[in-house]
């Protein structure tokens, strides 16, 4: 039987066990905003001032546990670099190590599936790609836009060729993003993904390149489009039971675009009935008794069911997972 998989999941910590993780809320929005989603995600406000690491992983272990879910993808997250490779820590709002993301999902098999995270601009990035492949894992996640990853950069050619080698798929962010500082707005295109899709790589586009923020640009239509020409193009429908990211949601559920559609949660963003039910995609009952579901990864599943999404978008990822996919390339079309 195929797994049923969140795709998008995070890993968080502060680094008081010694995992190497950090968080630096610089903002007092940011701060707030920290505070609601961990309190949301049902952990205590206190793990923000020390024992975020344990706190984290025991709840996630819970949350997997409880759920109607097989394992959920981990996701680790890079600093943000520069083009020629130096990094910026000061622009990042926190950090989760290969390493440690590595031994949490070790110590816990089958239940969670690590995301590596690598800017392809590091100068040992081809060497930790080598490292974090030779550990078993095989998806690696980028959010471009407060990374500082340009896609377009032919110098990263030889990243992507090395990950569509290992059919390592790529869970890369796209469209606007709220909850953290944004380094480069226009890395929110999806249309950039067609450097690392030319190599060969499959990827799966995070929250299908909605808007985040009111001001934030749409790409939506432009992904969409994009799944016409990409055969190994997927998108995911992470966060989008949320008040804003929700209007990504209708224009997701009519196949063929459906069958192309991976489930994620997007933890710990909080899982709300308010945005579906504002789309007019479940009624209020639905959205009542969502609400009564305090496992978030659970209410996040009933929501996309209620909203439409089969068990195939739940299974999706484990197909890609265990068939060892070898991306069918779209033509060549020149790298600019």
């Keep these: 039987m195929p797994r049923k998989i969140d795709c998008h999941v995070h890993l968080l910590g502060d680094g008081s066990t010694g995992s190497g993780c950090w968080l630096r809320l610089k903002s007092v929005v940011h701060r707030m905003m920290a ?7 049902g952990m205590p406000a206190s793990a923000l001032r020390d024992g975020l690491d344990a706190a984290v992983v025991t709840r996630l272990v819970g949350l997997v546990r409880e759920s109607s879910l097989d394992a959920a993808v981990l996701l680790a997250q890079d600093i943000p670099h520069r083009d020629d490779g130096t990094p910026m820590p000061d622009k990042g709002a926190f950090f989760v190590p290969n390493s440690y993301l590595l031994d949490v999902c070790a110590r816990h098999p089958g239940l969670f599936i690590p995301a590596v995270s690598i800017h392809p601009a590091r100068h040992d990035a081809l060497e930790e790609l080598e490292r974090c492949l030779q550990a078993g894992a095989r998806v690696l996640k980028l959010l ?17 060729e090395m990950m569509a080698a290992a059919n390592m798929i790529l869970l890369s962010h796209t469209g606007g ?11 929110a295109d999806p249309r950039l993904l067609r450097y690392p899709l030319e190599a ?22 432009v ?3 994009m799944f016409k020409h990409w055969p190994h193009l997927f998108g995911d429908n992470s966060a989008l039971c949320s008040p804003l990211r929700c209007r990504t949601l209708p224009h997701l559920l009519a196949e063929p675009i459906r069958s192309r559609i991976i489930h994620g949660s997007d933890f710990p963003i909080a899982v709300s009935g308010f945005g579906p039910w504002r789309m007019g995609l479940i009624d209020r009952a639905t959205w009542r008794k969502s609400s009564h579901q305090p496992n978030g990864l659970e209410r996040d599943v009933f929501l996309k069911h209620a909203i439409g999404f089969d068990e195939s978008n739940l299974t999706r990822l484990d197909g890609l997972l265990d068939k060892g996919l070898v991306p069918s390339k ?3 079309l020149g790298w600019q």
């Design 200 to 221: 060969g790589v499959t990827v799966i586009a995070a929250h299908c390149a909605g808007r985040s923020g009111l001001w934030d640009a749409d790409y939506t239509a």
């Design 144 to 160: 471009p836009n407060c990374l500082n990853v340009d896609y377009a950069d032919p110098r990263h050619r030889r990243f992507w």
């Design 330 to 332: 779209a033509p060549d």
């Design 223 to 225: 992904l969409l489009d």
């Design 35 to 41: 505070q609601w989603l961990v309190r949301a995600a």
């Design 177 to 187: 993003e709220l909850s953290l500082p944004v380094v480069c707005h226009r890395y």
